[in-house]
């Protein structure tokens, strides 16, 4: 971990912690301003968003990034529009099929027909689409300052279009619905122009690429069927509220969901960084694995402490959210198993990654997947959000051991599991203990206890990386 990979990562991260705060405080005033009820309405236009997403996008996205570096940097214009062409082409077809199906979509997802919410869905998904491409473009050429400018923006838009629409609609899940989209309609427009270069259409009819579109088709192909089930996996747990138990119980669960989502942009400001990274490092040199070691611990590290601060604060967050929320501060303990293991599973996942063997993510979402459906069906009944919540933990706890132990038969690193597994005890103890516990500050001693234990685990750990880094 020399200065420069440091440095990389800041330009990425920045942004998106600023715009953390943000985020935190458009949550406090969203739940303030709406109901439990309409809050669960919202999460179901997002899981809409996300699933269409899915089907149009068809893995073209990942086949972008694996083969960004092998493509020649002139040409990449070109293989940008080769992963978009079929997009296109089912982007139509699935808004046509949303138009034929537009009343029973609509009452399905909100309990209620209204035509302007389905017109805003459409138009989601489009911008959506595109933005993820455009985030994609600056992501891959490692461009860290205008990704964090991006994630700001994101953030102070979303914050002032909630106000606004507040202000002119009222109290309605509508006003998140067009905060989003029109938030990543202004988003996609500046990220296209300000990436013209690539976007150019001159770009469209290039032939002369390293992989053609046959090639990219078989790569995504099946990660459709991986990324279909990753979404079932992940969002099975509001599904099952929605069908098992009530609007309520979904807004509380959403409530707390938002909270431990924020900490998700830890994970996706590592992912963002890292990719291209541990690409281009195996690319140039594979046998070097002491770099990916150092990171899979420092990950580790660092946000095993941010899940227990997380657990440790809940009840001060909760009281922030609104007394109609209180019921959220029994279900966040266990969800931030979600943002801990998914980011600590991006640095051991390398193995399945590098030797380019996307069938075995097809068998680590099936088997995660069919663990939260069982968890959630046997525990949702009787204990509402907390069930989901714990359905939640394992079956991410399933996720990170399958991605882990696959990944060592192809690629071996030392990540240090021993110290790695005794974080995940450690964090189930605080989360266990804080779920049924109310006392702010045994839960604000205890965590302090175990950050100090962890502290003491990785201390040769922590003693080496800054070593290597001033060297």
Not at 224 to 247: G, H, N, P, S, Y
Not at 353 to 375: M, Q
Request: with cysteine.
């Amino acid at each position: 971990m020399n200065n420069n990979l440091i440095k990389k990562f800041l330009s990425f991260s920045y942004g998106s912690f600023l715009g953390l705060i943000i985020g935190f405080i458009t949550t406090m005033i969203t739940t303030r301003i709406l109901q439990p009820e309409e809050f669960g309405k919202v999460s179901m236009f997002t899981l809409a968003i996300n699933i269409s997403m899915i089907f149009a996008i068809f893995g073209t996205d990942q086949a972008f990034v694996r083969f960004f570096y092998e493509e020649e940097k002139s040409k990449r214009g070109g293989l940008l529009y080769s992963c978009l062409k079929p997009v296109f082409y089912l982007t139509l077809f699935l808004l046509l099929t949303f138009l034929f199906f537009k009343k029973k979509l609509s009452l399905m997802l909100f309990g209620e027909y209204n035509s302007i919410v389905a017109a805003m869905l459409a138009l989601g998904i489009v911008v959506q689409i595109l933005y993820r491409y455009a985030s994609l473009v600056i992501r891959m050429q490692q461009k860290g300052h205008l990704f964090s400018l991006i994630e700001l923006l994101n953030r102070i838009f979303t914050f002032i279009l909630i106000i606004m629409f507040y202000l002119i609609m009222g109290p309605t899940f509508e006003i998140v619905v067009y905060s989003t989209v029109f938030t990543f309609l202004f988003l996609t427009i500046y990220l296209i122009y300000n990436q013209k270069n690539i976007w150019s259409f001159k770009y469209y009819s290039e032939n002369s690429l390293k992989h053609n579109n046959k090639e990219i088709l078989k790569y995504s192909y099946p990660l459709v069927l991986t990324t279909l089930i990753t979404w079932l996996f992940e969002a099975f747990d509001k599904i099952a509220l929605r069908q098992w138990a009530d609007f309520q119980e979904l807004g509380l669960y959403s409530s707390a969901f938002k909270i431990v989502a924020l900490l998700t942009i830890f994970q996706k400001v590592f992912a963002t960084f890292w990719t291209p990274v541990a690409y281009e490092s195996f690319e140039n040199n594979p046998n070097n694995t002491m770099i990916y070691s150092n990171v899979s611990k420092i990950v580790t590290f660092l946000m095993s402490i941010v899940a227990i601060v997380t657990i440790m604060a809940k009840d001060l967050i909760v009281v922030l959210l609104g007394p109609e929320y209180q019921g959220a501060s029994k279900i966040l303990p266990f969800l931030v198993f979600m943002p801990l293991m998914y980011t600590i599973s991006e640095t051991t996942v390398l193995g399945i990654n590098f030797y380019k063997k996307p069938k075995w993510h097809i068998v680590i979402a099936g088997v995660s997947c069919i663990c939260n459906i069982i968890g959630n069906w046997v525990l949702v009944p009787q204990f509402g959000g907390l069930g989901a919540a714990l359905s939640t933990a394992f079956s991410f706890l399933v996720f990170f051991m399958l991605r882990t132990h696959i990944s060592l038969k192809y690629y071996k690193v030392n990540y240090g599991l021993g110290k790695l597994y005794t974080s995940i005890v450690i964090v189930t103890i605080v989360s266990s203990l804080a779920t049924y516990n109310d006392r702010f500050l045994f839960n604000l001693f205890f965590g302090a206890i175990c950050i100090i234990f962890l502290v003491f685990l990785y201390i040769k750990d922590i003693k080496i990386i800054y070593a290597l880094k001033r060297s």
